[in-house]
């Protein structure tokens, strides 16, 4: 079950969002914010799973109101323009729907979702694990506390290593799953990076993100919606 917020100035809008929603009993509507302010009032003081959000509203956008919807909640994008979808996925929005909805493409965007309140734990892969990469004409087992970083290159992951880089034929989704959040952090749509391997953090002038300097000299972009929770990785108090 997932305790969905919507969030949209429109109330039509919401009405016609939660007609489409009445086929899905799995998504329980628990409350509607008609902007991004009263919105953030529903996530501090409720537990909710999944948001839907209009981008263009008067004051908070949903794009600003992404950055501070917490790591665990997931989000929706719904609205009449597509022209804000790259700035969506690079907050991990779930999908991004064009209004009107359809009812296929709400149906599709919903497949995409994690278990809300999971009951078994999920199994990680232990630091020791070992990763058969191919590196020129030879083959290594890498272990996973090597690894430095997963890049997501169309649909496959480059593993950055000791050894130099391979390549694995899996999605940054798939590989995140059986990651260690503790040990792997998720610093963009695009790039996964071992905690200890960053050395030190910079601010990215451009977009209010920040830039993480792993050891061995590589630079990994960390979006908006990361950045705090990156910080949080490394505060003792």
Do not use: W
């Amino acid at each position: 079950m997932y305790n969905c917020l919507l969030v949209d100035d429109e109330r039509l809008a919401r009405s016609e969002l939660k007609r489409l929603l009445k086929a899905y009993p799995q998504c329980v509507i628990v409350a509607e914010a008609g902007s991004g302010e009263e919105a953030l009032q529903h996530l501090a003081a409720m537990s909710i799973d999944l948001v839907f959000l209009d981008i263009q509203m008067p004051g908070l956008t949903g794009l600003q109101l992404a950055e501070h919807i917490p790591a665990n909640t997931q989000f929706i994008f719904c609205t009449a323009f597509n022209s804000f979808a790259l700035d969506a996925f690079e907050l991990n929005a779930v999908d991004y729907l064009l209004k009107p909805i359809a009812p296929e493409r709400l149906a599709k965007a919903l497949q995409k979702l994690r278990p809300a309140n999971a009951d078994a734990a999920p199994h990680f892969l232990a630091e020791q694990h070992g990763i058969l990469l191919k590196f020129g004409d030879s083959q290594r087992v890498v272990r996973l506390n090597e690894i430095s970083r997963f890049e997501s290159i169309g649909n496959h992951a480059a593993v950055y290593t000791p050894y130099g880089k391979s390549f694995i034929h899996s999605s940054l989704a798939k590989i995140e799953q059986k990651l260690d959040p503790a040990l792997f952090f998720k610093a963009s749509r695009a790039d996964i990076v071992r905690i200890s391997a960053i050395s030190h953090i910079e601010p990215a002038i451009a977009d209010g993100g920040l830039i993480a300097i792993l050891q061995d000299g590589q630079q990994v972009d960390v979006s908006r919606r990361q950045a705090q929770q990156l910080k949080q990785q490394f505060s003792a108090f």
